[in-house]
Every structure is written in C-alpha cells, then in structure tokens.
C-alpha cells in the first residue's frame, strides 16, 4: 500500500508563497501520476494540478493558472506544488493523490486517484 505525505503548509499573508512536497511512502521511480487537491471548510474537494509520472505534462485549474506549479524530483522521490500570489480564496487542506495512469482529461476527478496522503494546512490570511 503506498502512502502519501505533504508537508510544507503554514499561515502566509496575501500575495505570500508556500512550497508543498509531496513524498511516497516508498521509492517509487516517477511510477505514479500525482494530482493536487485542496478543500475548503464547507466546501467539496477541488482539483488544483496534476503531472505525469515523468514531469512532462502539467495540468492547472483555472483558478491557479499562472500562480502555482507543479514539478517532480523523480530521483529525490518527491513531488512539489509552488504556491505564489496566494490569495485568502487559497486556504484549505492540501492533499496529493497518486494514479497508476495519467488520468488525462479525469486529471480533477478525486476517483482517478488511488492514494491519497493526510493532507497538509495552507492558511491565507493577514
């Protein structure tokens, strides 16, 4: 069973940035395709970005585009989400998901995904 593990959330100011990592419980060579989440209180979760199991292909909602990216360090085993230009609207729970198969046009469709990790706190707030 592969485990998920985010870190790097925290409370930034509007307009501040985080970096999230996103790291399998086990080396796993860029097998997996890994999808970001978030979910505000209240609120269903919400697909944020997606990238291929070897950091070619990146997909972004809409309401991140030109904000966030999403990249890979196959070697280091770890996925990462650069969050710039935050905005209050950004706060939830992050989470990254894994898929066995690039999920396409299902890349914002929590089912595609397999794992999950535990989530991680992003906080947007002055």
């Known amino acids: 069973q592969l485990q998920l593990v985010e870190s790097g959330g925290g409370l930034v100011q509007p307009g501040g940035s985080l970096r999230l990592s996103c790291t399998p419980s086990r080396f796993t060579g860029g097998y997996y395709a890994i999808g970001w989440f978030r979910q505000a209180p209240g609120k269903e979760r919400e697909g944020v970005s997606c990238?291929?199991?070897?950091?070619?292909?990146?997909n972004y909602a809409d309401s991140v585009k030109g904000r966030f990216t999403t990249s890979r360090d196959n070697a280091k085993n770890t996925i990462f989400l650069q969050m710039n230009g935050l905005k209050p609207d950004d706060t939830g729970v992050y989470y990254c998901?894994?898929?066995?198969?690039?999920?396409?046009?299902?890349?914002?469709?929590?089912?595609?995904?397999?794992?999950w990790g535990q989530g991680t706190q992003v906080t947007v707030s002055s």
């Open positions: 990238i291929n199991s070897s950091g070619e292909n990146t």
């Open positions: 998901a894994a898929s066995q198969t690039w999920p396409g046009n299902r890349c914002y469709d929590p089912s595609t995904y397999a794992y």
